[in-house]
């Protein structure tokens, strides 16, 4: 048994870096709490291939200056960014060209859509930081869990590619990504399915779940069908 507690031959230590990723950037990953128990999660996998003092996981759904004083600190970091997409994000790419501070530090919500949402939205300090999104048409390679739709990304496939990009190092995403195609690998080969993005079942009529009565559910239902963003 090793890395997550796994049986010799779906270990996923021949897949990960020998010697953690020498990078610049801190990672602060803000993980739902729901998270925590979830076998197949994906920070594990990302903060073993870091060093300690470049990867932050911290758990909760509320957090503040008066009890968070070193988060609040890193927020208030004009270094600081937080990946969450939306109207007011800048692409990370387009970002660093211009910004006057290349930034040190870049903070992610580790949870599904929803719970991320409701931890961007309720708490006032991830609005500090400038809020930039990932411009990349790449399709998620977490194929064993659902997302919502064809173009979301795990929190560790996120990682990759804002770290191959602000340490403007392609190799980056490629190691990073290595263990995760084996879990997937490993899980398919003992069972598991390969999971279709909510939006492909639902624009394809496929979707085993009725359709659901709440207005504000269905509407966002709808809104996956056609493809729009939410």
Not at 43 to 53: G, I, R, S
Not at 153 to 168: G, P
């Amino acid at each position: 048994m090793s890395f997550y507690c796994r049986p010799q031959k779906v270990c996923l230590c021949p897949y990960l870096p020998v010697h953690p990723l020498q990078i610049s950037t801190h990672l602060y990953i803000i993980q739902h709490p729901a998270e925590e128990s979830k076998v197949l999660r994906t920070v594990p996998l990302l903060a073993a291939c870091l060093p300690p003092d470049r990867c932050t996981v911290k758990i909760g759904r509320r957090f503040s200056e008066e009890r968070d004083v070193e988060l609040a600190t890193v927020c208030r970091d004009s270094g600081t960014l937080i990946l969450y997409p939306g109207a007011e994000a800048t692409n990370l790419e387009e970002f660093i060209l211009d910004s006057p501070v290349y930034p040190s530090t870049i903070i992610l919500i580790d949870g599904t859509w929803s719970q991320a949402k409701d931890i961007f939205y309720k708490n006032s300090l991830f609005r500090l930081p400038k809020q930039v999104q990932l411009k990349t048409s790449v399709c998620s390679q977490y194929v064993i869990r659902m997302q919502p739709t064809n173009r979301c990304l795990s929190t560790l496939e996120c990682a990759a590619v804002a770290l191959s990009i602000l340490e403007k190092n392609n190799c980056i995403q490629e190691t990073l990504l290595r263990p995760l195609q084996a879990l997937c690998s490993f899980q398919l080969q003992h069972g598991a399915q390969i999971r279709l993005s909510k939006e492909y079942l639902l624009r394809n009529g496929l979707y085993p779940k009725p359709m659901p009565k709440n207005k504000r559910k269905l509407r966002k239902m709808e809104l996956l069908m056609n493809s729009v963003k939410i």
